[in-house]
Nanobody, 130 residues
Framework: QLQASGGGLVQPGGSLRLSCTASVLTLDYYGIGWFRQAPGKEREGVSC????????YYADSVKGRFTVARDNAMNTVFLQTNSLKPEDTAVYYC?????????????????????????WGQGTLVTVSS
């Protein structure tokens, strides 16, 4: 079971730390992705981390502002969101996929673009507004 939390209302330029908790997050050979969906828009893959090689991926829209990191002791993956903009307003979801076979050699960018995530948490709403 994935549990995402940490959303809320923040002013432009502010920060939030989103958390995704699940026991599988301590295991090797998993991809953990963060996605977001704004009203009337398609779901967007925002960030990903691979527990196979530790590689990370960020969409161009968040690069330099968001950071993904894993804390094994807490069974948690964090998405630190800084310098938030109104266009970051969306429901944010975390999702996981077990990497089998050749997928274990995929980078985080390969995973989020080419692999179907199989487990999804409930979303957490991020609203950026003054």
């Amino acid at each position: 079971q994935l549990q995402a939390s940490g959303g809320g209302l923040v002013q432009p330029g502010g920060s939030l730390r989103l958390s995704c908790t699940a026991s599988v997050l301590t295991l090797d050979y998993y991809g953990i992705g963060w996605f977001r969906q704004a009203p009337g828009k398609e779901r967007e893959g925002v960030s990903c981390i691979s527990t196979s090689d530790g590689s990370t991926y960020y969409a161009d829209s968040v690069k330099g502002r968001f950071t993904v990191a894993r804390d094994n002791a807490m069974n948690t993956v964090f998405l630190q969101t800084n310098s938030l903009k109104p266009e970051d307003t969306a429901v944010y979801y975390c999702a996981t996929v077990r990497l089998d076979g050749s997928m274990r050699y995929y980078t985080a960018g390969d995973i989020i673009h080419n692999v179907r995530f199989t487990a999804w948490g409930q979303g957490t709403l991020v609203t950026v507004s003054s």
